[in-house]
């Protein structure tokens, strides 16, 4: 008897654990959730460049820190800070490593959904010129407007992530910034965390009047190591449009996010 009752009670516990991570993998779907997180988004790229000559690997470090205004409203910080270490990129370009410019971004958000279940948030976004090496980053300050909308209905998030940043000082040798981004995004979560996501990270250069248009497949696991709580996010991607300087053809992405649930 005593047996019995202490399987149940371990059966209960490991469902318990099994919905909460089910839970917060829902949550990661959702780019303005209440959840501490600290991505470390790889990315590995071949025949880069005009020539198809050169590779490129971009550790983006992604810390999402949701800070509560007021019983209504959160506001949700988003920081992309990109370290790089690029190779023949162009012919005669060499080897660059360092720091790319940082992305951040502010979304005020509603803590929670409208009565239709839609999940959105506004708010600005900042180009900082933190590129350790020219070749690594703009060389420019910007800012623009930035928001999401989506909804997560059943196993189902159903979304889009969009910004658009004007260079406004910075070194006068430099190119503009103009640049529009466009993130819609797919995923699947399963009672048992797993998360499969179809998304672009679509890129419109007005400058150039160029499209840079990578097409991620991923598939994603949330577990625990003790008492830390961790999402592995790994996928292939096909650049579907690339400018001439750019990747071409196929590349890889590996995440590894360090979760703090409340």
Sequence with gaps: MYRSFAALIILIAISSNALADADLAKQLSNPVSDLISVPFQHNWDNRVGPTDGGRKYTLNIQPVIPISLNEEWNLISRTILPVIN?????????????????????????????????????????????????????????????????????????????????????????????????????????????????????????????????????VAKVFKVGKQTYQIQAGPRYYAESPEGGGHDWGFRMNWVMLFPK
């Design 86 to 218: 690029q190779e023949a990129i162009f012919p005669g370009s060499g080897e660059q490593t360092g720091l790319g410019d940082t992305v951040q971004s502010a979304f005020f958000s509603p803590k929670e959904p409208t009565a239709g279940g839609v999940i959105w948030g506004v708010g600005p976004v900042f180009l900082l010129p933190t590129g350790t090496e020219p070749l690594l980053g703009t060389e420019k300050w910007g800012a623009g407007p930035t928001g999401v909308v989506l909804k997560q209905t059943g196993p189902w998030t159903i979304g889009s992530l969009v910004n658009h940043i004007w260079s406004f000082a910075g070194d006068d040798n430099r190119a503009d910034v103009n640049s529009t981004f466009i993130q819609p995004f797919f995923a699947y979560n399963t009672p048992t965390s797993w998360t499969f996501t179809l998304q672009t990270e679509s890129t419109y250069d007005w400058e150039s009047e160029q499209w840079n248009v990578p097409v991620h497949f991923l």
